[in-house]
């Protein structure tokens, strides 16, 4: 299984396709000016307490306040606010915990207005994108992520990930982070810190103690709304996450983002430094690599299946919906049960695809073609489980119910990725009529006398549609070589399957193109 990063630079901002087997996995759009992202840490100001929902809005920049519920303060709310009063008071001077006092730890089932005060400043973490008509979704707990370790100030734990479960190894991580983490700092352990020396896990600790003080140093002349410590980009996050030895290839197309990728992979692995390609082909990057056909039939509201079922996919208010349908695979099984349950698996592994592709995200209900017999009801359910086992997302599956229902939540925490796939018809756009088509070879004539005779041009191409194409040069005596006879000059025809059956374009012979005149 090989993985490859395709990012297309662009003047709004990137595009980023994660390929996995030449197909399309994860798709990302990050916009240059991009802010209020996962992960970024603000200076906020405490605007309204509301004791009902026992919440708070907080003032970070956006156009509407962001919400803090009291369960997303963190246990160390008071020592984190207490240490930014005393950094803005210039009181402190690093980000070092070594000489600090810890505030007792507050109730978790408190009130919010026991713990903010209005106006109160207060440093907070995005942990959920602006959606719809919703504000960003704060969190108090602020935590630092580097590749093998997250760095939790103002804690002095150390958990592991449980996916870790060898249990000397989890032993062995316990009792090294224990000997190197500094005072008042707490660590959790990623997954792929698992069989990590000491010396790599702590140069990832180091890199983010220095991120944290370096936002320090940015807090003491901060103003309300700025950002202190900003996430990384997408392409670099995904690489934090993901980077491991199936991966063989990163592609990019400009200079400046080639340079910053090898650079982040220089420093948190540089034995695959190589992997790194900068793209200098006449051809778009995603053209070249097939994505742009791979976007338009995977985002529509019908997905097909490899072996001649399909998705449909829509979205209410409430949750995604998805029906799963046979289409012409009915007729290829022994019987019913079998049919369903070979549409059922291929849809499964579409399904797991289409939701980290798509970023769909909240309740998501599946109608699967019904099957009578339970074990294969489990056996969709264990393979639905397996494929979403990479996702980065937290998600939970309950099994199919006696209607062949399948429900999932999957934690969102950024706008659903939409494409539009449907497109204005180049021809009529969108009126549904066209010129009478049997014209259009006069009018091509009557446009070109005029261009080689009127305007004396030579060297003219005529860009059309292959059917007219070939009405203008098929045989001997074609069109094309008539024309070669009466004015003397030969007429270049180039196909163009983009343009409509009744379009065409005149370029001269700089290639410029030539504006027409009302000729018919």
Same mark, same amino acid.
């Given at each position: 299984?090989? &993985? ?7 003047? *709004? ?18 916009? #240059? ?83 903010? @005060? ?13 959606? #719809? %008509?919703?504000?960003? +979704? ?15 100030? !103002? ?28 005072? &008042? ?24 103690? /220095? *991120? ?7 807090? +003491? ?35 400046? $983002? ?45 997905? #097909? ?10 979205? @209410? ?8 349908? #046979? ?11 079998? @049919? ?9 592994? /579409? ?27 489990? $056996? ?20 199919? %119910? ?30 549904? @009529? ?6 259009? %070879? ?10 080689? %005779? ?24 074609? +069109?094309?070589?008539?024309? !070669?006879? *009466?004015? *003397? ?32």
């Amino acid at each position: 299984m090989s &993985n490859e990063l395709v990012i297309s630079s662009t003047q *709004k901002g990137d595009r980023i396709a994660l390929l996995q087997d030449k197909r399309l996995l994860e798709y990302h759009l990050e916009e #240059s000016d991009s802010n209020f992202t996962v992960g970024d840490i603000y200076l906020g100001t405490v605007k309204k307490l509301v004791t009902g929902l026992n919440a708070a809005f907080v003032d970070i920049g956006y156009e509407k306040d962001a919400f803090l519920h009291y369960l997303d303060l963190g246990p160390n709310i008071n020592s984190l606010n207490k240490f930014t009063k005393d950094v803005i008071a210039k009181r402190v001077n690093t980000g070092r915990l070594n000489n600090f006092k810890l505030e007792p730890e507050i109730d978790k089932l408190g009130k919010i207005d026991k713990v903010l @005060t209005k106006n109160a400043p207060i440093l907070v973490q995005v942990v959920k994108e602006p959606i #719809s %008509t919703k504000g960003p +979704r704060l969190s108090c707990d602020i935590s630092i992520a580097g590749r093998y370790l997250v760095l939790v100030p !103002f804690a002095n734990t150390v958990n592991l990930s449980k996916k870790i479960t060898d249990k000397a190894e989890r032993s062995r991580l316990m009792r090294l982070m224990s000997s190197i983490k500094p005072q &008042n700092f707490g660590v959790i352990v990623r997954t792929v810190a698992q069989g990590k020396d000491v010396e790599e896990l702590d140069r990832d600790l180091q890199a983010s103690i /220095e *991120k944290w003080e370096n936002g320090i140093k940015a807090l +003491r002349d901060a103003k309300p709304r700025d950002r202190i410590i900003g996430e990384m980009n997408r392409a670099s996050s995904i690489l934090r996450d993901m980077l491991n030895e199936s991966f063989d290839s990163i592609t990019v197309d400009t200079r400046e $983002m080639f340079d910053d990728i090898k650079t982040y992979i220089h420093t948190i692995a540089p034995e695959k430094e190589r992997i790194v390609k900068l793209y200098n082909g006449k051809t778009k990057v995603f053209e070249a690599f097939g994505l742009e056909k791979q976007i338009k039939s995977l985002f529509g509201r019908s997905v #097909s299946l490899p072996a001649g079922g399909y998705l449909i996919i829509e979205h @209410t208010e409430a949750l995604h919906v998805i029906d799963v349908n #046979s289409g012409n695979k009915s007729n290829s099984e022994e019987d019913q049960e079998a @049919t369903a349950v070979s549409v059922n698996r291929e849809a499964a592994k /579409e399904i797991a695809r289409q939701l980290r592709l798509r970023d769909m995200g909240g309740i998501i209900v599946i109608d699967f073609i019904d099957m009578k017999k339970a074990e294969n009801k489990k $056996m969709i359910f264990d393979l639905m489980r397996e494929e979403m086992k990479a996702d980065r997302s937290k998600f939970t599956i309950l099994p199919l %119910t006696k209607f062949g229902l399948m429900q999932i939540t999957r934690q969102r925490v950024r706008p659903e990725l939409n494409i539009v796939t449907r497109e204005t018809c180049p021809t009529c756009g969108g009126t549904g @009529t066209i010129q009478a088509s049997v014209l259009v %070879t006069d009018i091509i004539e009557n446009n070109l006398e005029y261009i080689l %005779t009127k305007q004396n041009e030579r060297g003219v191409q005529v860009m059309l549609h292959p059917f007219l194409h070939a009405y203008f040069t098929k045989g001997p005596w074609s +069109r094309q070589m008539q024309w !070669f006879w *009466k004015y *003397k000059t030969w007429v270049t025809l180039i196909q163009d399957s983009s343009l409509g059956v009744v379009d065409f374009k005149f370029h001269n012979r700089f290639g410029e193109e030539i504006e027409l005149a009302a000729v018919s």
